[in-house]
Nanobody, 125 residues
């Protein structure tokens, strides 16, 4: 069992930055690929970014490429999402997720085994 707890959300003006953190319980954190997803009101959950267990590979949605950076610290059981140049359309609840072993289908929410409760990110124009 893995428990995920996100933090770092909040209200920011367009063009600003936020860093989200996702702390995981358990002793096998490096065995899990980690992803960030977001869901805006009235919209489906959307893939944002993912990182392999070792941190050697990262993947991004086109909408955030060049603005967002995912990273992880396996010694701290934590994955991070650095969000720069934020836009109002980035407003959503952001959730981290863990996928044991990883998958080539990292964009699919159903591939992930554990989810955090989410943290709200609001970008004002």
């Amino acid at each position: 069992q893995v428990q995920l707890v996100e933090s770092g959300g909040g209200l920011v003006q367009a063009g600003g930055s936020l860093r989200l953190s996702c702390a995981a319980s358990g002793r096998t954190f490096s065995s899990y690929a980690m992803g960030w997803f977001r869901q805006a009101p009235g919209k489906e959950r959307e893939f944002v970014t993912a990182i392999t267990g070792s941190g050697g590979m990262t993947y991004y949605a086109d909408s955030v490429k060049g603005r967002f950076t995912i990273s992880r610290d396996n010694a701290k059981n934590t994955v991070y999402l650095q969000m720069n140049s934020l836009k109002p359309e980035d407003t959503a609840v952001y959730s981290c997720a863990a996928d044991y072993g990883g998958s080539v289908y990292y964009r699919r929410p159903q591939e992930y085994d554990y989810w955090g409760q989410g943290t709200q990110v609001t970008v004002s124009s």
